[in-house]
């Protein structure tokens, strides 16, 4: 599936620079280069410079507090060494990978089945529905991680119907951690995946129920091919949103006894603002920031998809 | 190319908004003018939401204290700088405050477990001559004098320290047939009122104990460090090898007795053990709801259930419970075991007015400002003689004066910076036997012991 989505991209990359090629090429643009200058420097200044220092800090022994905060000195590669043997990076790193994994399935099917059913229904149901969904996306973590806490310890509501001491958060915490995501995600990705369902051209629809094909049928082989690209953009938006989700486990577990849900991000926060080791921690969000990267080039990549209506009327 | 934001401002608006300009500049430049015509600035750090015991004392206290400098020191100025946040984020703000001179406060207010590592990044300033000459210095027990000092020099002084002790509940310990007064002797003692609870007292928890990870070093400090100090071996770190200690008789001692009271399900439930506030569970619900039996808590417990604070109000507290001091496992001398951590005031070695930043640390540790800090924030001055006085005392009985009494019996936890490390750990250790019931002595040693070697490397760790 993603060696397809991958293909997929690179061979519309292909297409959408061809074209530029062909038509936009605008030639060299002083005035717009100057125009751009206090952008660029912007964003040099306020983006580049850090990340490149951050990753420098990641290769010395600089620690928040103590002689090594003063002066501290490029270490070479120790701490990659120290990474490569820290049993507790490598569980950190499957741990986010769970999350990641959990939270993208989660809030996909949740968010498609939300704008499925949002798509059928009538208009006063849909305003409502959305504006609940949406809310719950925009609260602050802070309020998530309280509202999830307060729900999943002995006491809360989910106590009532669950047996034992009802004390699921810290009895399966990865899975209350994701859950929790996927309630506060999911309204993002329905609104995402709403649009996308709009999209899809209702004769292809008609077209396929008048072969007298089941409904299921017409969702899994006419829609979801349509919907493709924005699935692919939905799910790396979602993949970003949850990676940099720090603060919803940080407030509800703080990594967890047994680190169960220490993920990459708290991880580096415990390295760095715990353990006051800031040369380690900045390695670890070095790391972060790579797999940040791999996913935002893959959504740049998806993004550059002319839209499947117009390849539609193109006959593409 | 047009000037965009001039040309869409009419003139009028032009003026108003130079006008604006030139006044905000006007404002901003103001202050500094009233530092050179020879005011001096005393900046001082501290928390205005996590020492004291509500914010509304806090700021009670710290606006006194300025006016109080301010009176007495007419050409002086004192700045307040609140640091938001629990533990760590005080720790964390602070740490990059002093980076720089620019952003070092003057006078602070920091934790005692993280004061070695100011004193080794060279930002404190050594005040031996200053408190030499100060009326309070002399009365400081000597484990709070050591808390101070580092490489022979002092470098803080105490605002006021926490202790632990036992706390139990009279009418359980009656309807359970133990003796009340209660005084055990030794480990065994607590296990066996523990099991006598839980046989004769149900729907009630036999003994709080903190376990897990969800307070950090706080729940070492509030739970298995006032054990360990109480064992046989209470080395964390040997200094003469350098090394943490992962596996010792001591360590097993209180593993032992983790295993015992979460085996036998004389423990607390996950939900309030792991909770972000444990810390405060049995004082705010636990022990006023008659819900525990006996809690191995701190002595910030004993100001909360009086009038001024009332977190919450109860007014049966004396009547209800009563304090006994920690013993060690087998009752060995002294028996009276308990961590001593508290936060301590320190001068910035860059502060260009030391007298002054000084004098107000003088104000500050004076009697009545000493006892208000430390009723209001649940201390034990560091004075022995404010310690013992009438209005400390009287501000949270029984627990203020035994609190005040053991604490020259407490030790100290090593002022490392991996002494974090080592306590995740432990708590790591404690968390899994709380939370898994079944989980053998050996096997929290090895969670201790993998645990620090991972983050430390085989070279740093030891057995003893």
């Not at chain 2, 000493?370 to 627990?399: E, H, Q, T, Y």
Request: aromatic share 10%.
């Amino acid at each position: 599936m993603n060696d397809a989505v991958v293909a997929s991209a690179s061979e519309s990359g292909k297409k959408v620079r061809l074209h530029k090629r062909s038509a936009d090429h605008p030639g060299v643009d002083i005035p717009g280069m100057i125009l751009l200058l206090p952008a660029s420097l912007l964003l040099l200044a306020l983006f580049v410079l850090p990340v490149g220092y951050a990753f420098y800090l990641g290769f010395t022994n600089i620690t928040l507090i103590g002689p090594a905060s003063v002066h501290f000195h490029f270490t070479g590669i120790a701490n990659v060494h120290r990474l490569g043997r820290d049993t507790l990076f490598w569980k950190s790193l499957w741990l986010t990978a769970v999350f990641l994994a959990g939270s993208v399935v989660g809030v996909t099917v949740v968010g498609m089945a939300l704008a499925v059913v949002m798509q059928r229904s009538a208009a006063w149901l849909r305003a409502g529905v959305g504006a609940v969904a949406i809310v719950a996306w925009m609260l602050p973590p802070i309020t998530v991680a309280v509202v999830w806490y307060a729900f999943t310890t002995s006491g809360g509501t989910l106590s009532l119907v669950t047996p034992g001491d009802g004390d699921s958060l810290n009895h399966f915490p990865m899975l209350i951690v994701t859950l929790a995501n996927v309630w506060s995600t999911a309204g993002f990705s329905m609104l995402i995946l709403s649009s996308g369902l709009r999209a899809v051209p209702s004769e292809v629809i008609e077209a396929a129920l008048m072969e007298g094909t089941a409904r299921w049928r017409i969702f899994l082989s006419v829609t979801l091919p349509i919907m493709r690209p924005t699935i692919v953009t939905n799910v790396l938006l979602v993949t970003l949103l949850s990676l940099a989700n720090f603060a919803l486990i940080y407030i509800m577990t703080a990594g967890g006894t047994d680190n169960s849900t220490d993920i990459l991000p708290v991880y580096s926060y415990q390295q760095g603002f715990v353990f006051k080791k800031l040369g380690y921690g900045a390695l670890l969000g070095d790391v972060l920031v790579i797999i940040s990267t791999v996913f935002a080039y893959l959504y740049v990549r998806a993004a550059r998809q002319r839209p499947v209506r117009t390849r539609l009327a193109d006959g593409v | 190319m047009h000037p965009v934001g001039i040309r869409l401002m009419p003139r009028p608006y032009v003026k108003i908004a130079s006008l604006l300009a030139t006044a905000l500049l006007a404002a901003s430049i103001l202050p500094a003018s009233g530092l050179a015509a020879g005011k001096t600035v005393v900046t001082v750090a501290y928390s205005p939401t996590f020492v004291f015991d509500t914010n509304d004392l806090a700021a009670k206290w710290w606006n006194s204290i300025k006016d109080q400098f301010e009176k007495q020191y007419p050409n002086a100025e004192v700045k307040l700088v609140p640091i938001e946040g629990g533990y760590d984020d005080i720790v964390n703000k602070l740490s990059l405050l002093y980076r720089s001179p620019a952003t070092t406060p003057d006078v602070v207010q920091i934790p005692t477990p993280v004061i070695a590592e100011w004193v080794a990044s060279g930002y404190l300033l050594p005040l031996d001559s200053y408190v030499a000459k100060t009326d309070w210095w002399q009365d400081f027990p000597q484990v709070i004098k050591d808390e101070d000092t580092f490489n022979g020099k002092v470098y803080a002084v105490s605002s006021g320290e926490n202790d632990s002790m036992l706390y139990y509940n009279k009418d359980m310990f009656k309807k359970a047939g133990l003796p009340v007064p209660w005084n055990p002797q030794n480990w065994d003692d607590i296990l066996t009122a523990a099991r006598q609870i839980h046989a004769k007292v149900p729907d009630v928890v036999p003994m709080w104990l903190m376990a897990g990870t969800s307070v950090g070093t706080v729940g070492i400090e509030m739970g298995s460090g006032n054990l360990l100090f109480g064992s046989s071996d209470s080395t964390i770190y040997d200094a003469a090898t350098q090394k943490w200690v992962v596996d010792s008789p001591g360590l097993r001692e209180v593993l032992g007795f983790y295993h015992s009271i979460y085996s036998e399900g004389l423990g607390a439930k996950l939900s309030d053990l792991f909770s972000p506030t444990a810390h405060t569970v049995p004082v705010t619900d636990l022990i006023p709801k008659a819900e525990v039996a006996i809690v191995l808590g701190s002595n910030f417990y004993g100001g909360q259930w009086g009038k001024l604070v009332c977190a919450p109000c109860w007014d049966k507290a004396t009547e209800v419970e009563g304090v006994a001091p920690i013993p060690y496992v087998k009752g060995q001398a002294p028996n009276v075991t308990t961590t001593v951590a508290g936060w301590d005031y320190a001068v910035a070695a860059v502060t260009p007015h030391p007298k002054e930043a000084f004098d107000l640390v003088n104000l500050m540790s004076n009697e009545s400002n000493s006892i208000d800090m430390a009723n209001w924030s649940g201390f034990v001055p560091g004075s022995s003689k404010f310690a013992m006085a009438p209005a400390l005392i009287n501000f949270g009985p029984p627990v203020n004066e035994l609190a005040s009494k053991i604490i020259a019996d407490g030790k100290i936890l090593p002022p490392l910076a991996d002494f974090e490390v080592w306590s995740k750990g432990l708590q790591e250790a404690t968390g899994t036997m709380a939370q898994h019931p079944e989980t053998t002595v050996d096997q929290a040693i090895g969670i201790l012991k993998d645990y620090v070697t991972n983050q430390l490397g085989e070279d740093k760790v030891e057995t003893r």
